[in-house]
């Protein structure tokens, strides 16, 4: 049985795409089939269009498609990466996840690896809550949660945040590639471990 993970992310300008792009190069390294899949954007229209770098961004992104019940169906494993908004997850991702109802009430997302990674406009904006909060949730879907910890020691260089990746908004640099790297490679193993 081949191991799925299906990369999910929001981005608002640009920072979680990118860590969602190198996280699906990594799983796909690793030997995972890979769905790289964005979350839907639910701010009004008239917001987005009146910031020219939201506008950019969403046009950006428009041929990755949004995720789906059937995506986390078909997944062995969640890559999430979404940023912080005042300490917790986006609310475009915690939108997405009250659809989730009956996929949890079937057991579907039961027994399946998560991880997740986040940004945040400063160091302590809320990363660490937003990816606790992102893993409670896990919890009650009955997930198994796969954070970095400091099991490799590019946590040591990368800020140290040892439930997922985080980082202040731009593009990654060489240690946030590794960074996200080893967390992909990581999910991969223990989802390929959980779905055998």
Known sequence: MSTKIAIIFYSTYGTNHGIALEAARAAEAAGAEVRLRRVRETAPSEVV?????????????????????????????????VPTRFGVPASQFRAFVDTLGPLWQSGALANKAVTATTSAQNPHGGQETTLQSIYVTAMHWGSVIVAPGYADPVKFEDGGNPYGYSCTPGPLDETGRKSVEFQARRLVEYAGKLAR
Do not use: C, H, T
């Open 49 to 81: 269009e009146g910031q020219q770098a939201w506008r950019e961004q969403l046009e950006k992104m428009q041929d990755i498609p949004e995720v789906s019940l059937d995506d986390m169906e078909w997944a062995n494993g969640y890559f999430i990466s």
